[in-house]
């Protein structure tokens, strides 16, 4: 009997051959899919019934996070008032496998009435979803990847891949940006990175601020106290130069005895990485691994010190 990993292998590959197998079956129906939702000046209604219909929802949602506002509604439900959101602006998507869903196929002459678009998606381009709509979408497959061919798994996987390349197009035709993504999903961990800037996360009481011609052995006591691992060098308010920690130990591996002889000028980078406080986190990351360096300074527009954010800061 094979092992349970055998099978897994066998469905991945079944389900993959599927999909692919999408590609020789686009025409210029995903076209005018894309240009009619890409027009829309309503929602993209999703709809469809039973595995269809929770492919459906995760489409309406991958559709709706990225710039193309659209929901998920039950067929059956129209008929106890949910037709009500609809409008002429609207376009609607509906799925079946077979295309002959009677549920759905009730619905569909309302959408009509309406002069609403429709794109079909389904197995069988004969059938009569695919008649009756505005463009449609071929997701036949051989066969699904249950041994039996009767539970929807190639063809609900085939459904749900036709379903994000609507989406990924969209996001092409629109040029959606990460910070737009990120608008969509204010609560996620990339939305707070893409949203977070330096003012927000950065350190700014009782900063280790220093004069360059203090003596490295008082610049110690004071770095360490900031627990920034650094010092910030002002002349009358403006910053003239950076020590951190990794400076002092050079400088003591160096000069040994007549470290603390030495002045903070002596070690200090004089063009220390800065930011306004506008600047996110995702560029701030970007300085942080382009210079090598763990901490950058804010700074307001007559480079006086706002605050530090240090690499920590900015793992959110």
């Given at each position: ?13 079944d389900e993959a051959e599927a999909v692919l197998g999408l590609a020789s079956q686009l025409d210029d129906s995903f076209d005018e899919a894309v240009r009619l939702m890409f027009e829309c000046k309503g929602k993209i ?272």
């Open positions: 009997m094979k092992e349970a990993k055998e099978y897994a292998i066998q469905c991945f590959k209604i999703v709809t469809g019934v039973g595995k269809s219909g929770h492919i459906g929802a995760k489409i309406a949602a991958t559709l709706s996070s990225t710039g193309t506002p659209s929901f998920f509604i039950n067929p059956l439900d129209v008929f106890h008032g949910d037709l009500g959101v609809m409008t002429s602006d609207d376009v609607v998507l509906a799925i079946s496998h077979s295309g002959q869903t009677d549920e759905l196929l009730r619905f569909i002459p309302m959408v009509l009435q309406m002069k609403i678009p429709i794109i079909g998606m389904s197995g069988n381009p004969q059938s009569l979803l695919a008649k009756y709509s505005t463009c449609h979408l071929n997701v036949f497959v051989e066969k699904e990847a249950c041994p039996m061919n009767l539970a929807p798994t190639s063809s609900t996987m085939a459904q749900l891949a036709m379903g994000d390349a609507l989406a990924i197009a969209l996001i092409e035709k629109r040029n959606f940006q990460p910070r737009d993504f990120a608008q969509f999903h204010p609560g996620g961990e990339l939305g707070k990175r893409l949203l977070t800037t330096a003012q927000d996360v950065m350190f700014k009481d009782d900063l280790p601020v220093l004069p360059p011609e203090m003596h490295l052995g008082e610049a110690i006591i004071l770095v360490s106290k900031g627990k920034l691992g650094l010092g910030i060098a002002e002349v009358n308010g403006k910053i003239v130069g950076l020590i951190t920690d990794g400076d002092i130990r050079r400088a003591m591996e160096k000069w040994q005895a007549e470290f603390f002889n030495r002045t903070v000028s002596d070690i200090m980078t004089r063009t220390p990485k800065t930011v306004k406080p506008e600047t996110k986190i995702t560029e701030i990351q970007r300085i942080m691994n382009k210079y090598k360096v763990h901490s950058v300074l804010v700074i307001d527009e007559e480079n006086h010190l706002l605050g530090v954010v240090d690499h920590y800061s900015c793992m959110i």
